[in-house]
């Protein structure tokens, strides 16, 4: 159990395009689901706390008109990438929080070219 | 504010050789501990956690972790490691907000096994 999906696995996109990646928890509710990104052999640093019926919690720095985060039901998330530009493209992972433990997708890769 | 430590970026064991895996953490309550290893271009699974309890914790794929207050520590072991196991391995500590835990991570340390 716990599984999590992560729909596109990965997208390439022209700048100024949106971007919309989706975070599933398959099995299970999750009233939280978390975003994160991560560089390339870096590790991973959260985004967004995102709360089912209410709106995102963001970290310091990350500009949330940027990056909008909606999660419309106990098994689904969505961040946008809004006007992507090449210094968004990254790999974004989300995670399904199942109590006190985080069970993470797959991870989408975006290039932004 | 809580930070975790890992101070083996790279490790290279051969296959069949034991394992261990440092994390030390810095968090001012009983930590809530985890261990996740990634695969290149993957997301993250879960290998154990702590929370209470036994402070030997037993995890998937024969993995194991000792939390030790007293040295702030939750080391990674296995005794004998597989070629399938060279990935990325990340100490993760959590804070409880609400019913969730926000996790900080460490900077992953990176295993390579030999033949």
């Known amino acids: 159990g716990a599984v999590v999906s992560q729909h596109p696995s990965w997208v390439i996109c022209k700048s100024g395009t949106s971007v919309k990646i989706e975070c599933r928890s398959l099995?299970?509710?999750?009233?939280?689901m978390f975003w994160y990104r991560q560089f390339p052999k870096q590790s991973l640093m959260l985004m967004a706390t995102?709360?089912?019926?209410?709106?995102?919690?963001?970290e310091q720095g990350v500009e949330k008109d940027k990056f909008l985060i909606n999660h419309a039901s106990l098994t689904l998330s969505t961040l946008t990438v809004t006007s992507a530009h090449p210094e968004d493209s990254s790999f974004y992972i989300c995670?399904?929080?199942?109590?006190?433990?985080?069970?993470f997708g797959p991870g989408t890769r975006l290039l932004v070219l | 504010a809580q930070s975790v430590t890992q101070p083996d970026i790279h490790i290279t064991v051969s296959e069949g050789a034991s394992l261990e895996l440092r994390c030390n953490y810095s968090?001012?309550?009983?930590?809530?501990l985890f261990w996740y290893v990634q695969s290149p271009g993957q997301g993250l699974q879960l290998l154990l956690k702590?929370?209470?309890?036994?402070?030997l914790v037993q995890g998937i794929k024969g993995f194991e972790a000792e939390f030790k207050r007293s040295q702030s520590s939750f080391n990674l072991r296995k005794p004998s490691v597989h070629w399938s196991d060279a990935a990325e391995y990340f100490c993760?500590?959590?804070?409880?907000?609400?019913?969730?835990?926000?996790?900080?991570f460490g900077t992953g340390t990176r295993l390579q096994v030999t033949l």
């Open positions: 995670s399904a929080a199942r109590q006190e433990t985080q069970y």
């Open positions: 099995d299970f509710q999750a009233t939280t």
């Open positions: 995102s709360n089912e019926g209410s709106k995102a919690t963001y």
């Open positions: 968090y001012g309550a009983t930590p809530y």
């Open positions: 702590y929370f209470s309890g036994d402070t």
């Open positions: 993760a500590v959590g804070a409880l907000t609400g019913t969730a835990s926000k996790l900080t």
